[in-house]
Structures are given as structure tokens and as C-alpha cells.
């Protein structure tokens, strides 16, 4: 009796477990007749099933809405039974997960509502192209402002001395020609700042060490935060996308610091493992607090720094609270 109390506790736990998972969970047995479904699995299906009168339901007659699932299971079902994984499938107006495992009393399909997770993705694309789009319309502006009305004045200085040449003493021509010369060194650096933005050469040559220690020299004369780089990288280089990526969220890193936290130092590291690469950069400034920054004011630069990590299938880490300064910790792996 006591032995029998017991397996009914087991049996309402199971079922309270399997009710209140946040998972669907459809389980079949050996003759593909369903067994067991619960309300999530109903409701993100839209199945037709009474989960307390399950006689003799194939589980192929109910799903042939979900197309994918369908057919994914009818494959299995020819070889004999294999796990399988569908990601993110659009299905009514959600992104659905769905995980198929071989039991030894059938199958067991369970199904995970990632809409959330899948439109935080696209918040997370959508900022990563919105800041791309920024920034070339930055550019954009700084060679139509700054190197456009430039080349026109050397321009018009050029047709002055040229339409002037018989009249001007030798004195005054080299004044000219010599104005003209400075006009052409400062948009020669102009053009030279640009590209570096768009394209920093230095990284494209030598590799993001060189890259960075110039990135941070610069800054370092230009601003009173100190700025220090450690690092113990073994390889020369590394693949493009990652130097120019690391890059990247290096510049937006130190620029946060720079621009939001008074901060006196920053440390830069940049570890290379075995299988990994981490960069930390981490201030003593202000800090901030996560929380109220995400509501109130949430910029696209450290969205893009996570994005930019996820799309190397890497992990961002952004440790901070209020007058404690920022540690900012991003580790890529490396396919060896
Ligand atoms: N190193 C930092 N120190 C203090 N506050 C920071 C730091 N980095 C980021 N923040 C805060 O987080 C906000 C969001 O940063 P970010 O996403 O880079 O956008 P933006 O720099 O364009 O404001 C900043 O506006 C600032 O309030
Ligand atoms: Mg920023």
C-alpha cells in the first residue's frame, strides 16, 4: 500500500514536471502512436489533441500543419529513429527549437519558444547595421565637407597663379605655390585619416598588435586618460574577420572609456590561449548601472560589440556597477 501511495506521488510529479516545463514535450511510442503531449506542445503546434484521451492517435496525422516536423520525422522514422535538431523554425508567428531523442519506449520530441531570443538577434543585427549605416554616412560627410571644398580651393589657388603667372614676381609665386603645397600635404592627411577609419592598414599589414599600440598612441597624445596594452599574443596573425573584429570592439571599448567614464587608466589585454582569444579592457571610472542604461539610454556600441562576439560564436562578459569602472571581458574561439 505504502509502495503504491509512492508511485502515485511519482506518477503526479511526473505529470506536474511535464505540465509545467517550459518546453512542449510530445512523447510516441514504438508504433508511433502518441503517449504523452502536454499543453505547451499543444499550444505552440496548434494541435488538435486531447491530452487526457490520447487512444490511438498517430502522431503523423497530427502534425502534417507543421510541415518541417513532418517531414523531419517521417525521415527518422525510415532510419530507424536517429536524434535530431530543428533550430529556429518559423511556425504561426513563432521561432520554434525542436529536439527529437530516441528512448528505448519510443521517441520524444521537445519543443522550445525561442521568438524572444530570436527577435533580440534581429534588435541585435538590426543595430550592428544601423551603426555601419552611421558611420559611412559619417564619412561620407567628412570627405564631401572636408576634402571636396579643399580640392576646389586648390583649385581656384592653381588657376590664380596660373592666370597670374606673368604678372606675379618670383617672391609672390613661391608664396603661392607654397600655400597650394600645404593645401595638398593637409588633405594628403585627411585622406590618409579617412581610410584609416574605414580600413586601418596598419591591421592589414602587421596584425592587430601593431594596430592597437598605434590606435592606442594616438589616443594617448590626444587625451588625458592613459591608456595600456598587455598582451601575450604567440600567433602573427590571426584570420581577418577576427583581427578586424576584435579591433572593432577594441575602439569601442576604449571610446566608451574615453567619452562616458572620467576614467584616469585603461587596461587593455589581449591573451591568446590555445583555443581562444581574450581581450579584457577594463577602466577606473565611473562605471554604470546596466539596468537603467538598457532602459533609458541604450546606444548601438555595446550592442554591437555583443553581436559582433556572437558572430564569432563568442561570449561577452560586461562586469560593472556604479563608481566601480567597466570590465569589459569578450573571449573568440579559435579554430585551430
Ligand atoms: N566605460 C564606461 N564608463 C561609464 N559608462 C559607460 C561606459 N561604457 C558605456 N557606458 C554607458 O553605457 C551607455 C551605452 O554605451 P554605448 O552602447 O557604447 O553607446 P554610446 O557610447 O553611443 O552612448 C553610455 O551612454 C554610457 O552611459
Ligand atoms: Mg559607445
Redesign the pocket.
Known amino acids: 500500500m505504502a509502495q503504491e501511495i509512492h508511485n502515485d506521488q511519482i506518477k503526479n510529479l511526473l505529470s506536474s514536471v511535464v505540465n509545467n516545463a517550459p518546453y512542449g514535450m510530445i512523447a510516441i511510442d514504438n508504433f508511433d502512436q502518441i503517449v504523452l503531449v502536454n499543453e505547451q506542445a499543444i499550444s505552440f503546434l496548434k494541435l488538435d489533441v486531447n491530452p487526457n484521451d490520447l487512444n490511438e492517435l498517430v502522431i503523423f496525422d497530427q502534425i502534417k500543419h507543421v510541415e518541417q516536423l513532418y517531414l523531419k520525422l517521417n525521415q527518422i522514422v525510415k532510419n530507424q529513429y536517429q536524434d535530431f535538431n530543428i533550430d529556429a523554425l518559423p511556425f504561426d508567428d513563432k521561432f520554434l527549437n525542436f529536439r527529437g531523442r530516441k528512448i528505448k519506449e519510443g521517441y520524444i520530441v521537445t519543443i522550445e519558444d525561442i521568438t524572444r531570443d530570436k527577435e533580440m538577434e534581429m534588435v541585435a543585427l538590426n543595430s550592428m547595421l544601423e551603426g555601419q549605416e552611421l558611420e559611412r554616412r559619417r564619412i561620407a560627410k567628412e570627405i564631401h565637407d572636408g576634402i571636396g571644398p579643399s580640392l576646389s580651393t586648390v583649385r581656384l589657388l592653381l588657376e590664380n597663379v596660373s592666370s597670374e603667372n606673368n604678372r606675379l614676381d618670383n617672391a609672390k609665386f613661391s608664396t603661392q605655390m607654397s600655400v597650394i603645397f600645404d593645401m595638398i600635404d593637409s588633405l594628403t592627411g585627411d585622406i590618409r585619416n579617412i581610410s584609416h577609419q574605414l580600413m586601418p592598414k596598419l591591421l592589414i599589414d602587421f596584425g592587430i598588435i601593431p594596430a592597437l599600440e598605434n590606435l592606442i598612441n594616438r589616443i594617448n597624445k590626444a587625451e588625458r586618460i592613459k591608456i595600456i596594452l598587455f598582451h601575450s599574443i604567440l600567433s602573427e596573425r590571426f584570420p581577418e574577420l577576427i583581427e578586424l573584429g576584435l579591433y572593432r570592439i577594441c575602439q ?2 576604449i ?3 574615453v ?3 572620467s ?1 584616469s587608466e585603461v587596461q587593455v589585454q589581449l591573451i591568446e590561449h590555445p583555443d581562444s582569444i581574450i581581450l579584457m579592457v577594463e ?1 577606473n ?4 548601472d546596466k539596468t537603467s ?1 538598457m532602459k533609458e ?9 555583443e553581436s559582433r562576439t556572437n558572430a564569432f560564436g563568442g561570449n561577452f562578459i560586461l562586469d ?1 556597477a556604479i563608481s566601480k ?2 570590465t569589459a571581458t569578450i573571449e573568440i574561439p579559435l579554430e585551430k
Not at 571610472?285 to 554604470?288: K, V, Y
Not at 539610454?297 to 560589440?305: E, H, M, T
Open positions: 569601442e571599448l571610446n566608451n572609456s567619452k562616458h567614464s576614467a577602466d571610472g565611473c562605471g554604470f542604461v539610454n541604450p546606444g548601438v556600441g555595446l550592442i554591437n560589440v560593472t569602472g567597466v
